[in-house]
């Protein structure tokens, strides 16, 4: 062999062995371990906590010291929470590359859930956008607990007026990111013609009223046993995945949003508008590739077609939870609640959403 032949042969055994070696570091699972520790103290309150990563089984109802507010930060006590599929994905470590910033081999953050809406138990010495008594809702890390801390400019906000815990906990994530998919990515305009691939879903369910509410004609493609609630909401069309795929049909769209990826890219393009856009949500499952394949699609495809795509990721802030407060106050906007659990019980709802069937949102109410 050749010296260049030897060279070239060399570094291709690298790569391959480099590759093998972060394809391990990064799937590898610690065990759980002991028990979590009890926080020593009067002052307890429960929080659910995962110490290694896997199935709904590795969540534990612990007990924590409660915590005092810095300056900048406010206390609240949750009264609901909801969950989302990120939830899952946090507690799986999946898709493994995750784990390159929430922990190798074990998670770094041991607390779970984003949504939470309860009443401001106490704040700290500079706080003057909040109070104590003001109910509240916002997105963290570690809502599944019957306290958290925010910083006042973080993502928090009032409560909508006239809802109920649970209904406001529900909105946080999915309806920023359905605002978001439709108004900055999506660029949607009165008059113009939606598709909602997964609308009967968390983020579904808020993505057609916002439509709705904007002048969209909007079709929602579900399973059957959803579309009457999904009429409800205010979607003028609506397919059902296991009898029609809307990538065979003869419409076309200005917009399709797609919370599931389950139809090829190019398959997606081929019904919507010249110049329309398609924004990706949720992608393939899968612990590798899959649910990252769009954002490797998308830079390949896109010089090619005369079509917007956007793979997203929602950004949270008080401000987006505060235009949501306004859009439910005024109706254009309701929580679609499906099923309602004890914080003991999170396993249970934890396992349900993973099913990938929930109607609306699965929410925690905390005693
Ligand atoms: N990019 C971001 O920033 C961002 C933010 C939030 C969420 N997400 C992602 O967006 C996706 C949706 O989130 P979500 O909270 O809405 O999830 P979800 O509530 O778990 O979605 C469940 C819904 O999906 C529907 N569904 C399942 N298979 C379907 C199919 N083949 N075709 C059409 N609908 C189908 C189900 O309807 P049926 O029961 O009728 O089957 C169900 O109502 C997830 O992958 C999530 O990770 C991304």
Same mark, same amino acid.
């Given at each position: 062999?050749?010296?260049?032949?030897?060279?070239?042969?060399?570094?291709?055994?690298?790569?391959?062995?480099?590759?093998?070696?972060?394809? @391990?570091?990064?799937?590898?699972?610690?065990?759980?371990?002991?028990?979590?520790?009890?926080?020593?103290?009067?002052?307890?309150?429960?929080?659910?906590?995962?110490?290694?990563?896997?199935? $709904?089984?590795?969540?534990?109802?612990?007990?924590?010291?409660?915590?005092?507010?810095?300056?900048?930060?406010?206390?609240?006590?949750v009264k609901a929470a909801s969950?989302?599929? @990120?939830?899952?994905?946090?507690?799986?470590?999946?898709?493994?590359?995750?784990?390159? #910033?929430?922990?190798?081999?074990?998670?770094?953050?041991?607390?779970?859930?984003?949504?939470?809406?309860?009443?401001?138990?106490?704040?700290?010495?500079?706080?003057?956008?909040?109070?104590?008594?003001?109910?509240?809702?916002?997105?963290?890390?570690?809502?599944?607990?019957?306290?958290?801390?925010?910083?006042?400019?973080?993502?928090?906000?009032?409560?909508?007026?006239?809802? +109920?815990?649970?209904?406001?906990?529900?909105? $946080?994530?999915?309806?920023? #990111?359905?605002?978001?998919?439709?108004r900055d990515h999506g660029k949607?305009?009165?008059?113009?013609?939606?598709?909602?691939?997964?609308?009967?879903?968390?983020?579904?369910?808020?993505? /057609?009223?916002?439509?709705?509410?904007?002048?969209?004609?909007?079709?929602?493609?579900?399973?059957?046993?959803?579309?009457?609630?999904?009429?409800?909401?205010?979607?003028?069309?609506?397919?059902?995945?296991?009898? #029609?795929?809307? #990538?065979?049909?003869?419409?076309?769209?200005?917009?399709? /949003?797609?919370?599931?990826?389950?139809?090829? @890219?190019?398959?997606?393009?081929?019904?919507?508008?010249?110049?329309?856009?398609? /924004?990706?949500?949720?992608?393939?499952?899968?612990?590798?590739?899959?649910?990252?394949?769009?954002?490797?699609?998308?830079?390949?495809?896109?010089?090619?077609?005369?079509?917007?795509?956007?793979?997203?990721?929602?950004?949270?802030?008080?401000?987006?939870?505060?235009?949501?407060?306004?859009?439910?106050?005024?109706?254009?906007?309701?929580s679609v609640i499906d099923r309602?659990?004890? @914080? +003991?019980?999170? $396993?249970?709802?934890?396992?349900?959403?993973?099913?990938?069937?929930?109607?609306?949102? /699965?929410?925690?109410?905390?005693?």
């Amino acid at each position: 062999m050749k010296l260049p032949q030897k060279i070239l042969t060399g570094l291709a055994a690298f790569v391959v062995l480099a590759t093998a070696a972060l394809a @391990l570091t990064i799937s590898y699972t610690s065990d759980c371990g002991a028990a979590a520790a009890v926080d020593e103290g009067d002052e307890r309150f429960q929080a659910i906590q995962f110490r290694c990563y896997g199935p $709904p089984e590795v969540l534990e109802l612990t007990l924590l010291a409660k915590p005092v507010p810095k300056d900048d930060e406010v206390l609240v006590r949750v009264k609901a929470a909801s969950l989302n599929p @990120l939830d899952w994905h946090y507690m799986r470590g999946s898709p493994y590359l995750i784990r390159l #910033t929430t922990g190798l081999g074990a998670p770094d953050n041991q607390r779970l859930g984003a949504d939470f809406a309860g009443v401001i138990e106490a704040v700290g010495a500079n706080v003057s956008r909040f109070k104590v008594g003001d109910a509240v809702f916002g997105t963290t890390r570690g809502s599944f607990a019957a306290y958290v801390i925010k910083h006042q400019d973080g993502s928090l906000a009032i409560m909508p007026k006239g809802a +109920s815990f649970a209904e406001a906990a529900a909105l $946080p994530v999915a309806g920023i #990111t359905a605002l978001q998919a439709l108004r900055d990515h999506g660029k949607l305009q009165s008059g113009q013609h939606v598709l909602i691939n997964g609308a009967s879903g968390g983020v579904g369910t808020y993505a /057609v009223q916002i439509a709705k509410a904007n002048g969209a004609t909007v079709t929602g493609v579900s399973s059957e046993r959803n579309h009457e609630m999904l009429k409800s909401l205010g979607a003028d069309y609506v397919i059902d995945y296991r009898q #029609t795929n809307y #990538t065979d049909g003869d419409a076309r769209y200005d917009l399709i /949003v797609d919370m599931i990826g389950n139809h090829p @890219l190019t398959a997606n393009l081929d019904v919507l508008q010249a110049g329309g856009r398609l /924004v990706i949500v949720g992608g393939e499952k899968g612990d590798w590739i899959g649910p990252i394949s769009n954002m490797i699609k998308q830079p390949l495809l896109s010089p090619f077609v005369d079509h917007e795509i956007i793979v997203m990721l929602a950004q949270s802030s008080g401000d987006e939870l505060a235009a949501l407060a306004k859009m439910m106050e005024s109706g254009e906007i309701e929580s679609v609640i499906d099923r309602s659990y004890a @914080l +003991s019980e999170l $396993p249970a709802a934890m396992a349900y959403l993973e099913e990938g069937h929930a109607r609306g949102k /699965v929410v925690v109410e905390i005693e």
